[in-house]
């Protein structure tokens, strides 16, 4: 019976394989492919079956080329439209619809990005199905896990959507391999949906340190640091003599001592960096939240007792206003 039940799992199994056709939602900004939407496709890939890319903007021809690349990628799904190159999620939504509807597929993917985040909802809520989010791990088709309560529990959630709509963490999902694949272009529907809602103008942080959600080490900083001027001094030191991203948070952003694309938690940016290294942070589950998936946590606080001692792999209990300009110079040395 055992052995009847493996069979029946294995006939099922590369059945629906065979069947599940997915749709990676690739994010391009200004002609170059960001590569981080990359998580999309390694999703993709755990679920099998064929995945085709969706790209859509202005002059996006070397994007699709450049996405064409991408292992793992049978088709790129293409509409070249300037309408859609900020990636407003109220005129992209219909039109990823119209696409999905066109294409039959079974699983549409995108990384838990800000764009993600506002766009796919708005996608599940016009196809009437639940969408998943934050998605960490696709144990089958149809069978997903995913954190709640800001990530003290885990959930596995089976779906019988028709279409399943994920948001997926790119902590969770490395970025697909950029050389190797060979996908075919084709342009897909454009609805040329009428759009309530206009780009005025963006203001982006500019930094020469690495991107925080991708960086190999992270520096942050707390509420412990007492001011921006603190913060400043500190922690920028710190991050230059290891070559790392500053982070800070949620109390360090609300009191204006760092900038809030620097957040990391729940409300913040998710990071699983090689390195966390953090001062002045006490470990709150909304900052656990976002960096617990880091390989090493460091910590630097005066009290011996703060949770984020129960999460560090090493952690110095200390004066911060000491322990980081010893630690900058040490590492400078
Ligand atoms: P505190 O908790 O005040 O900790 C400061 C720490 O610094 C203390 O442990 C103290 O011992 C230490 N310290 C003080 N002086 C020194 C010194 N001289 N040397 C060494 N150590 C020192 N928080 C986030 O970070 N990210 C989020 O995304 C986030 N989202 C949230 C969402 C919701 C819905 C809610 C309700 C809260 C959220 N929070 C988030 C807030 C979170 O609950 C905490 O309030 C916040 O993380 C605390 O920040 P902190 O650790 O810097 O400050």
């Known amino acids: 019976q055992t052995a009847l039940r493996t069979i029946r799992t294995f006939q099922k199994s590369s059945f629906l394989a ?14 170059g492919l960001n590569s981080a939407s990359l998580g999309a496709v390694t999703a993709g890939q755990k679920i099998g079956g064929s995945i085709h890319g969706f790209v859509a903007g202005k002059n996006i021809k070397g994007v699709a080329e450049q996405a064409a690349k991408v292992k793992g990628l049978e088709k790129i799904i293409t509409v070249e439209n300037e309408a859609y190159e900020r990636g407003l999620p109220e005129n992209y939504a219909p039109l990823l619809v119209e696409n999905i509807k066109k294409g039959g597929y079974t699983h549409v993917i995108v990384g838990s990005s800000a764009f993600g985040k506002s766009v796919l ?11 998943l989010t934050d998605v ?32 997926v963490r790119q902590t969770s999902f490395p970025p697909a391999e950029q050389e ?12 040329k949906a009428e759009c309530p809602t206009q780009w005025v103008s963006e203001n982006l942080a500019k930094s020469d340190r690495p991107e925080l959600a991708t960086a190999e080490k992270v520096v942050s900083g707390g509420r412990g640091l007492k001011s921006k001027e603190e913060f400043d001094r500190l922690i920028p030191p710190l991050a230059d ?23 990391v938690g729940q409300t913040g940016k998710n990071v699983a960096p090689q390195l966390y290294l953090c001062a002045g942070i006490s470990g709150a589950i909304q900052h656990l939240a976002g960096m617990k998936d880091s390989k090493v946590i460091a910590c630097i606080n005066k009290d011996a007792d703060a949770p984020i001692f129960q999460v560090a792999d090493v952690g110095l209990v200390g004066d911060l206003f000491e322990k980081v300009p010893e630690l900058t110079e040490k590492l400078k040395a």
């Open 18 to 31: 065979r069947l599940a056709s997915t749709l990676a939602i690739l994010e391009q900004r200004e002609g």
């Open 136 to 167: 960490m791990e696709i144990q089958s088709e149809d069978t997903f896990t995913r954190p709640i309560y800001a990530g003290n529990a885990i959930l596995t959630v089976q779906s019988s959507d028709p279409i399943k709509i994920l948001t």
């Open 180 to 191: 190797g694949g060979s996908a075919s272009i084709e342009e897909g529907t454009d609805p």
């Open 241 to 263: 003599a290891l070559g790392a991203a500053i982070g800070a948070s949620r109390a360090a952003v609300d009191s204006g001592f760092a900038d809030n694309s620097l957040q």
């Open 121 to 131: 909802p708005r996608v599940a809520a016009l196809l009437d199905v639940q969408p």
